[in-house]
């Protein structure tokens, strides 16, 4: 039998895993950019945020959550737009109540996953919902899908005859079609909410697969939405409320990622906030920018970077060689308040921090990895040692990613021809996360240990009771049920048609529905009594009762068949009676 290869691990370098500062350390000249192995102990200042939490009173109900970050107003000045496509099309107004309801349907879908938008309404009882169907007609409901305006149509760029112009207008204002939402939402989430000291910055992605949106799309065939807009964002690394965000900028030079992790975090700059990046954002010069401006960054960095320790170059030695060393090896270097580390895990990371000092607690600065046992050859859960920039990066880094995943839950986002749908549906989704996250930081959930005590003993020790637990698809539902609010004008359910049910001892198993067939047939109760139309031909129709065979009239046609065929009382009843 052939033996296994066992790997060779080199044993780590002299400076791995370096000890704080002594008088005793030896002096080692720094390189050309400044970077030294001396340590030198680091101060850092406390945050100094207001208090964490939502920024307006406790509310009751999940819709004045929602509206807290997508208020009324937008609502209000939506059905004026729209009713100014519908009038040019001559299609009936909306109002104010239907076009929330619209939006509480959209809402209820991201509840209620079906593929096919039309199955909503469907006469099968595995695909129907009652409540969409009952809301609204589906011819309504694609009507108001088609002529829905976010914005001022009459100034929309596409309607520039001259192309050069139009593209221009389209260059300057990419996010035209729904600005106001996009500018509205985005400042009431900045308003909301103080987040703690802990922040993430992170890209999240909006798919579209089309090529006609004023907006860039990417296209990235390694991630999880390969093509789509990219949004900016920073949120909150303990819960994942989302605080700012915005779109890639439009310009004739490309993007710096320095320019746009500022942007994104100026509102948050002077309080000592502990920001986290990945190594799209990660620099140098991003580093010294926000630490000049009383802010601290932590995050990935790479390799090939600007202004990093020479002896962390790729070409060099020590990196080469930490591939074959032990997991749990790291090398730090200091320059001023920086500090760089390379750390070996299952792969090399290096990390560049403003707010970590250089070395590590070995009883708290570990982290849980699944190795390889050497004997067995199996994983074995096992403890690490770990700088203390990875244990907070790997704590704090995944704001957004919470986010998204909040996000994607119960998202109201569909397939649509119109490609600022999609942004119109990343923000009714961003409001209702962040509308959700507020109601848990109102709502905690008490619990008693005193459980034997009756409820007048706990009133009167001041004792909290315990609450029933909103869990995210009640908020969900709550809130659908909210922007709803009653509004009425759908179908009724297809096996009750007309003003009148049909009773049960009548009609026992018997209902309306389509009937089977390619043309329309005469009603057996109109034909009867002679009943014509305008134009003096019989009555047709294409429903009627698949029990009995027959082509009924739904309604007041079908109640009157089957009163008529309904069989006779029992005599022993009618003896009774007499």
């Known amino acids: 039998m052939r033996k296994k290869r066992t790997k ?7 400076d791995d895993d370096p000890d ?23 101060s850092f200042r406390s945050f100094r945020g207001k208090n964490h939490g939502p920024t307006f009173k406790r509310k009751k109900t999940p819709l004045e959550y929602f509206f807290k970050f997508f208020p009324l107003v937008l609502f209000i000045s939506m059905v ?13 107004l909306t109002s104010l ?48 899908s088609q002529h829905l305006a976010c914005n001022r149509p009459e100034d929309d760029p596409e309607l520039i005859r001259d192309k050069a112009h139009r593209y221009l207008s389209k260059r300057t204002k990419p996010l035209y079609p729904l600005q106001p939402l996009w500018d509205k939402v985005r400042r009431r989430c900045l308003k909301n909410y103080n987040p703690g ?38 949120a909150e690394s303990a819960t994942g409320f989302f605080l700012n965000f915005m779109i890639h900028p439009h310009g004739e030079k490309p993007a710096k990622m320095v320019d746009i992790a500022m942007d994104v ?11 986290f990046t990945d190594k799209l954002y990660t620099s140098v010069s991003l580093a010294r920018l926000l630490h000049s401006k009383r802010t601290y960054l932590t995050g990935a960095v790479k390799s090939n970077s600007k202004g990093l320790p020479h002896d962390f170059s790729p070409k060099q030695n020590k990196l080469k060689r930490m591939n074959k060393t032990a997991r749990g090896t790291f090398y730090t270097r200091q320059n001023g308040q920086l500090t760089a580390t390379v750390w070996k895990d299952s792969r090399v990371m290096m990390l560049l921090s403003t707010a970590h000092q250089g070395w590590k607690d070995p009883v708290t600065h570990t982290l849980n990895r699944k190795c390889t046992d050497e004997a067995t050859g199996r994983l074995k859960a096992k403890v690490i040692p770990a700088p203390p920039q990875a244990v907070d990066y790997t704590r704090c880094m995944g704001g957004v990613d919470r986010g998204d995943q909040l996000r994607s839950y119960h998202t109201c986002a569909r397939k649509s021809q119109y490609w600022w749908r999609g942004i119109l549906f990343f923000l ?36 909290p009771q315990t609450t029933k637990k909103t869990t995210h698809s009640q908020f969900v539902l709550q809130l659908a049920n909210g922007l709803i609010d009653g509004f009425a004008r759908g179908d009724t359910p297809r ?37 014509t139309t305008k134009s003096g031909k019989p009555k047709t129709t294409r429903r009627g009762c698949p029990v009995c065979g027959v082509s009924l009239c739904p309604g007041e046609c079908f109640q009157l068949y089957h009163q008529a065929t309904a069989p006779p009382a029992d005599s022993s009843t009618a003896t009774s009676t007499e």
């Open 8 to 14: 060779k691990v080199l044993p780590a370098d002299s």
């Open 20 to 42: 704080p500062p002594s008088a005793y350390q030896r002096d080692h000249a720094p390189d050309e950019e400044g970077w030294s192995r001396c340590l030198e102990d680091l």
């Open 80 to 92: 004026k737009w729209t009713n100014l496509k519908l009038r040019a099309s001559r299609q009936q």
């Open 97 to 144: 109540q239907e076009l929330k309801a619209w939006f509480g349907i959209h809402i209820l879908m991201g509840l209620v996953k079906i593929n096919n938008c039309k199955d909503y309404w469907s006469s099968h009882p595995g695909l129907r919902n009652t409540l969409i169907s009952t809301t609204m007609k589906r011819n309504r409901f694609d009507i108001l």
């Open 197 to 234: 000291r802990e922040l993430a910055i992170d890209e999240a992605m909006i798919k579209y697969r089309g090529f006609k949106s004023s907006v860039r799309k990417f296209f990235m065939p390694l991630k999880l939405i390969r093509a789509g807009f990219k949004i900016y964002a920073i």
């Open 265 to 275: 975090a100026k509102q948050h700059l002077g309080k000592y906030h502990h920001i």
């Open 428 to 463: 009714i989704d961003v409001a209702r996360v962040n509308a959700w996250l507020a109601f848990k930081h109102h709502h905690p959930i008490t619990t008693n240990d005193s459980s034997s005590s009756s409820d007048e003993d706990k009133e009167k020790q001041n004792v």
């Open 495 to 531: 096996q009750v048609v007309g003003s009148c049910p049909v009773p049960a001892h009548n009609a026992a198993g018997h209902f309306s529905t389509k009937m089977p067939g390619r043309y329309a047939r005469y009603c057996r109760v109109c034909r009867k009594r002679n009943v």
